[in-house]
């Protein structure tokens, strides 16, 4: 156990909706990363958070958008869903903006 | 685009034989680390290796980190069915908005019992 929790595990929507997935770090942890990894690929950086603040942005689509609340939890909104949306969505965590990440188990994001 | 890119994409092996993966990457770091998935599941943590370190070792495993070239390399010893899974490299990569994290594409791992 990593100690970063996401919730849901698994979300069947169909295509034009919008998900929220959620994320909480590790205790003490004040950043927050996002990842998208498709079928069989690498993992995609879409954004990263410090203490609340956006610190990094990768490949991030304007359809989705995420924030670090002040309890240190994070979201990440997806919406006007697409097929190629489907995806497991990782959220990791780490002491600083550097350094070892702990990753969830991730959400399983599938858009029929 | 990914920043680093691990090479083999596959590797097939047979219990008890080492297995050696690379990693290119194409800008300056910070660390470079690498990282296991099973398959569906969350990447564990397994080595770190920081910009002015050359080599390090953690039980099974021996990476080490080039930088006049922008690679690294994981050899896992002594390999066992257990290991078989995805191995990522992961640069920890400063940029002028903040450090970026970025994974390569992976090298599948499979140890034959």
């Known amino acids: 156990d990593s100690g970063v929790t996401q919730t849901p595990k698994h979300l069947i929507t169909a295509t034009g909706q919008r998900v929220t997935l959620r994320c909480s770090p590790r205790?003490?942890?004040?950043?927050v990363y996002w990842y998208q990894q498709s079928l069989d690929q690498g993992l995609q950086f879409l954004i990263q958070y410090y203490n609340g603040e956006e610190r990094a942005k990768g490949n991030i689509l304007e359809r989705f958008s995420a924030q670090q609340f002040p309890d240190l939890h994070s979201e990440l909104n997806l919406s006007s869903l697409e097929l190629g949306d489907s995806a497991l969505y990782f959220c990791a965590s780490s002491v600083q903006f550097s350094g070892q990440a702990f990753f969830g188990q991730g959400t399983r994001l599938t858009v029929v | 685009s990914q920043q680093g890119e691990e090479d083999p994409q596959a590797l097939s092996i047979q219990e008890g034989e080492n297995a050696t993966m690379n990693c290119s990457y194409k800008?300056?770091?910070?660390?470079l680390q690498w990282y296991r998935q099973n398959s569906g599941r969350g990447l564990v943590h397994l080595i770190l290796i920081r910009s002015n370190e050359r080599e390090k070792h953690s039980g099974r495993l021996r990476v080490t980190l080039d930088t006049s070239k922008k690679s690294s390399s994981l050899l896992i010893t002594a390999s066992r069915a257990a290991d078989t899974a995805s191995y990522f490299c992961a640069t920890d990569t400063p940029s002028n908005t903040g450090n970026q994290f970025y994974f390569g594409t992976g090298t599948s791992l499979t140890v034959i019992p």
């Open positions: 800008t300056s770091i910070n660390n």
């Open positions: 205790s003490g942890d004040l950043s």
